[in-house]
């Protein structure tokens, strides 16, 4: 794995999508993470959001980015654990045409190294919808610093070899 410089960087227009009851724009520490290094990586901050842990209006949001052609991939923070209100899920599953289970795989074999075996309670997890890569990780600074840059920030460059995920945007809607 390797960032390939002769390679055309490529960026990604990202919606970022915080879950939680209690956050809010003054406190969102994980979302200004994510915010930031979305920026720093080159990438454009498309669309950023709160949204209460309710799954029906998780996925309304979702679907209304989903249907923004302007809007590349999403990356939620928060919801993904195990608690009656953790439902980020539950919301993904109602949106999502195909899971990318390698995803929530890899995050929690990363995670593992940081947290041990609390890694199991994470749900973090990947779909794609229409076109849409939605990337769901958990809520913590150091979850969603483990997920973008153990993660994301190679797949979301379009530079990254052998693979990565923005080579595969304009071949989603296929059928």
């Known amino acids: ?63 209304n980015w989903i249907d923004d052609q302007s809007i590349d991939a999403v990356v939620t923070t928060g919801g993904t654990g195990l608690t009656g209100r953790d439902v980020t899920p539950e919301a993904l599953d109602r949106v999502k045409e ?36 939605i990337f769901a990780l958990p809520g913590s600074n150091g979850a969603v610093k483990d997920g973008w840059d153990g993660i994301l920030a190679e797949q979301l460059d379009s530079r990254n070899r052998p693979c990565n995920f923005v080579e595969l945007m304009p071949r989603l809607r296929e059928s």
């Open 98 to 133: 195909k899971d990318i289970p390698g995803f929530g795989e890899l995050f929690r074999w990363l995670s593992y190294r940081t947290i041990g075996t609390s890694t199991v309670q994470s749900r973090a997890h990947a779909v794609v919808s229409r076109g849409t890569y």
């Open 1 to 63: 794995m390797a960032i390939d410089e002769t390679r055309e960087f490529k960026p990604v227009a990202i919606a970022l999508l915080t879950v939680s009851d209690t956050r809010t724009p003054e406190d969102d520490t994980s979302g200004d993470i994510l915010a930031e290094r979305i920026k720093a990586a080159g990438h454009k901050l498309a669309a950023r959001a709160i949204e209460r842990d309710d799954a029906m209006r998780i996925a309304s949001r979702l679907n």
